[in-house]
T-cell receptor, first 112, second 116 residues
Framework: KQEVTQIPAALSVPEGENLVLNCSFT??????LQWFRQDPGKGLTSLLL?????REQTSGRLNASLDKSSGRSTLYIAASQPGDSATYLC???????????FGGGTRVLVKP | GAVVSQHPSRVICKSGTSVKIECRSL??????MFWYRQFPKQSLMLMAT?????????EQGVEKDKFLINHASLTLSTLTVTSAHPEDSSFYIC????????????FGPGTRLTVL
């Protein structure tokens, strides 16, 4: 059974600092891995999707890496801003059409 | 494109009543829809997977007679919480997937259910 873990569970940084969020998964036979952002009481916003054959994806200040063999993904957010404060969730997709398994999330607070 | 809506966004009901939540794919045909539940400060847990025109597949520990799922069309799935109790209070999120892009789920905005 796939298990997804995110460390740390919570993170507080001053504005301008880079953020590093970690995600690990137990079964490396994944189809893809996705990072989401969730604001309090809201749904999910997809940030980046990395296919199993890819090593990283970039979008603006966000960069996500994937090391499938070691079961790890890292989300980097450069030059953090207060608007980046949210919960970040990673989820692995085990095969096309199958379910997403989510990690517990990392709650990020960027202090102005 | 790929917009998923949920209705209602919030609902408060009395214990013992039933509540229906709708999930719609607005601009694509969703061959598969997923229902998730999220308790405060916890992650999303998959409740069930539904394919259009067939019975939903429930995850272990989810009571199918309590959480009724119907996926009668390619754009609509409904989740009915029957005989709701306070412990059913949660954030319910649906996602939708199309057969032509099976590696991506598009998420709805969620429904906050409060059972008094």
């Amino acid at each position: 059974k796939q298990e997804v873990t995110q460390i740390p569970a919570a993170l507080s940084v001053p504005e301008g600092e880079n953020l590093v969020l970690n995600c690990s998964f137990t079964d490396s036979a994944i189809y893809n891995l996705q990072w989401f952002r969730q604001d309090p009481g809201k749904g999910l916003t997809s940030l980046l999707l990395i296919q199993s054959s890819q090593r990283e994806q970039t979008s603006g200040r966000l960069n996500a890496s994937l090391d499938k063999s070691s079961g790890r993904s890292t989300l980097y957010i450069a030059a953090s801003q207060p608007g980046d404060s949210a919960t970040y969730l990673c989820a692995v997709h085990e095969a096309a059409g199958n379910k997403l398994t989510f990690g517990g999330g990392t709650r990020v607070l960027v202090k102005p | 494109g790929a917009v998923v809506s949920q209705h209602p966004s919030r609902v408060i009901c009395k214990s013992g009543t039933s509540v229906k939540i709708e999930c719609r794919s607005l601009d694509f045909q969703a061959t598969t829809m997923f229902w998730y539940r999220q308790f405060p400060k916890q992650s999303l847990m998959l409740m069930a997977t539904s394919n259009e025109g067939s019975k939903a597949t429930y995850e272990q520990g989810v009571e199918k007679d309590k959480f009724l799922i119907n996926h009668a069309s390619l754009t609509l799935s409904t989740l009915t919480v029957t005989s709701a109790h306070p412990e059913d209070s949660s954030f319910y999120i649906c996602s939708a997937q199309t057969s032509t892009k099976a590696d991506t789920q598009y998420f709805g905005p969620g429904t906050r259910l409060t059972v008094l």
